[in-house]
């Protein structure tokens, strides 16, 4: 018998429309195992997974991987669950308290206040939560489920999203499917196909972890967030690797190789 394949898959309510087939075993032949997303990463650099959905930037830190073509976590504008809370404007931050669970936006970050604001605060990591960040800086970053139920009266909110929308006029990705090259892209594709006739129990889910109510959540599943990258998402990305580069958070601009594949067709019970 064959062992299974490990693949990360992050912990976020977020990603179960990418990941929803591993977790629920319809995609045989892999073994899930769940964490936050720059756990993911660091497990599929180590070698203890062959596939992983990480932060988009972690792809370019991490050698001999593949980026799976036409599927991944992306917003064209809005995206609700990634978003930087400050007590001062953002011009006039010095400090920020990056979410530890954070890879790619916490690169965003950096990017959008430099080039949109013209701030370069000192940057550290905390545990994330919103009232022990702004206790130690100006301005905290928060991803994910903790963005997602952040209490944010009296502060001033940027979705990075929509920063990055107004910087570049382009989609944010924030998460990639990476593989090792011996691993097929297919099934990474069927664990998306296999959520999107699922949504709504996906939503139910979600609702349950969160305490979200249910139209808001299908509104961020539906309307905020995309699952299917196309050409202009790949330009998102070279362009956050492009600027990446510039501001030293990346070795290089280039993107790793894509491990493209004619789209399978694959039905669900």
């Known amino acids: 018998m064959t062992p ?19 977790l629920k075993g319809a995609v045989e032949g892999f073994l899930p195992i769940t964490d936050l997303p720059s756990a993911c990463a ?10 992983g959905i990480i932060p988009a930037i972690e792809a ?17 504008s809005r995206v609700r669950s990634v ?6 404007p953002f011009s006039e931050i010095r400090s920020v308290a990056l979410d530890t669970s954070s890879r790619s936006s916490a690169a965003i970050v950096r990017l959008l206040l430099a080039d949109l604001y013209g701030a370069r605060p000192e940057y550290h990591r905390a545990v994330p939560e919103l009232p022990r960040m702004l206790a130690t800086a100006d301005a905290a970053l928060l991803i994910g489920d ?14 990075l ?14 998460a990639i499917w ?23 129990e996906i939503i139910d889910a979600a609702g349950a ?25 790949e330009r998102g990305l070279a362009e956050f690797y492009r600027r990446a580069a510039v501001h030293g958070l990346i070795s290089s601009p280039d993107l790793p190789p894509f491990s493209g594949v004619p789209l399978v067709p694959r039905s669900f019970s």
Not at 6 to 16: E, K, L
Not at 161 to 174: I, K, S
Not at 178 to 195: K, T
Not at 209 to 233: I, P, Q, S, V
């Open 161 to 174: 999203a929509e920063g990055w929308n107004r910087l570049t006029g382009l989609p944010l990705v924030t």
């Open 83 to 88: 978003l930087l809370l400050s007590k001062v």
């Open 178 to 200: 990476a593989v090792r090259r011996d691993v097929a892209p297919e099934p990474f594709l069927w664990s998306r196909d296999y959520a999107r006739h699922r949504l709504g």
């Open 42 to 51: 660091d497990r599929l650099a180590r070698g203890e997974v062959q596939a």
């Open 60 to 76: 370019a830190r991490i050698p001999g991987i593949r980026i799976v073509r036409g599927v991944g976590i992306a917003a064209y």
């Open 209 to 233: 972890r969160t305490g979200l109510d249910r139209k808001l959540l299908a509104e961020y599943f539906e309307m905020n967030l995309h699952y299917d990258l196309d050409d202009d998402d």
């Open 4 to 22: 299974a394949i490990p693949v990360s898959v992050v912990d976020f309510v977020n990603a179960w429309p990418v990941t929803w087939g591993f």
């Open 146 to 159: 903790p963005a997602l139920t952040a209490k944010s009266e009296g502060l001033h909110v940027l979705d």
